[in-house]
């Protein structure tokens, strides 16, 4: 089990002082995810969908057995997927795979780990395991993106080991608003830090339940030490732009894509948005003809307990 | 270096469609260079050099192909413009490109042949020290991720091996490397990389 140090993403570390290669250290499991910005990533459900996502210019795929929408209209307990589902994803593309386990179920993370996938999402998405604990994150050689609604849940998973770090939003709905509240959570609370002294820095640390230390990092930083992504609710280039103007790194689709009506174009029109978010001519070129986006649901039509943002903790 | 040729500080444009442009935007500036993202034809003009970043070869050439910076940014490199790619900017310029997409389009203007993920997935990702040529001896910290193996090299100049296998190279006014300079504080090689931008052949 390796050191449980946080390192800050600008520094090198690991292979600094041996003479020996060194696998899986943080500075490579933060390092993908660097390599992911810019970009986006979309859900697939099969090697096919697969396909189409890289031919449109994802970054990554996340495999899974249904879209979070379907996992919100069929209910059930929602586990990791079919190893060999997985397996038939990673082989039919040449991008990262992620795939998701539940929260705190380290075995289903290290069955992904097992299968080589690129990156782990411990996420709300899938019904929790554990109702106080997370993932312990560090001893894995398999990087970990988690979700996050404000700044304090952000620095908890970072602490836990986490080299990356996306927006809950509401997956499944097609609807930005909390992914939108969420972005804006995690930067008010980064602003907030400027201008404090340490003492108040370590009152504010307790206020939000957020370590100290990752907390002295984004403070330095003026951001997360890791990358950001938005996620839960992208459904068009508009949604994408806007996610990117707000700061964060890159785009999760999850439903968005195969749950409207031509998906290949839709993506191609996402990616697109993505890398030219703050050029609304581009925006509007490809936000033209794409069909119907997916349907989408209005947050106070959910019942409270059927919220998946709320869980994690 | 003929450096007193300018006085004026290097303009360095860093490929940004998509992957960790703005890592080597930073490392670029403590270096001493000004910088421009580039995503557009226009964003060529007056560059004394440009960085193709790592991020996912397939996403990148895809959109430069889309938005018709594909061939604008294959004339530049080949007229002399001083390149530095990383990781998947090696894909890129790759001539030969064995695992990719099946029709993946690169520039083809390195003499090499790279076989995608050739170290394995994420979870072989690793750091190393490295000997590269001209850095006095002093080990250069090496971030693979994903890494490209360099299977064939043509007419290019080896500037280090990683278990026997070339992991730095250059060729004319392009180097290429399979590791990722920009996500460690030593700026050694973009240092150096400035410095060809601003001799101007």
Redesign the interface.
Known sequence: MGPRRISSVAEGNGARNGSESVKGSFKVKAGLAQMLKGGVIMDVVTPEHARIAQEAGACAVMALERVPADIRKEGGVARMSDPDLIKSIMAAVTIPVMAKCRIGHFVEAQILEALGVDYIDESEVLTPADEENHIDKHPFKVPFVCGCRDLGEATRRIAEGAAMIRTKGEAGTGNVVEAVRHARAVNAGIRKLQGMNHAELVHEAKQIGAPVEVLVECQGLGRLPVVNFAAGGIATPADAALMMQLGVDGVFVGSGIFKAEDPLKRAKAIVAATTYFDKPEVLAEVSAGLGKAMHGLEIPAIPKDELLAARGW | MNRSARTDRALIGVL????????HV?ALEAAGARTRLV?AQADLEGLDGIVLP???S??MT??ME??GLLEPVREAIRGGLATLAT??GMIVLARDVT???PEQKGLGLLDIGVR??GYG?????????LHIEGMNGK?F??????SPLVERTGDVKVLAT?EGHPVAVRQDRIVALCF?PE????LRLHREFVRLAMARP
């Open positions: 940004a469609m998509q992957g960790a442009f703005a890592e930073r995503r790592g991020g996912e397939t996403t895809m959109l889309r938005v990781c998947a695992d990719g997409m995608r993920n997935r994420q979870v072989e990702s690793f750091e190393s020290p080990e910290p090496g971030v693979f991720i994903r990683y990722h996500l460690t504080s030593d």
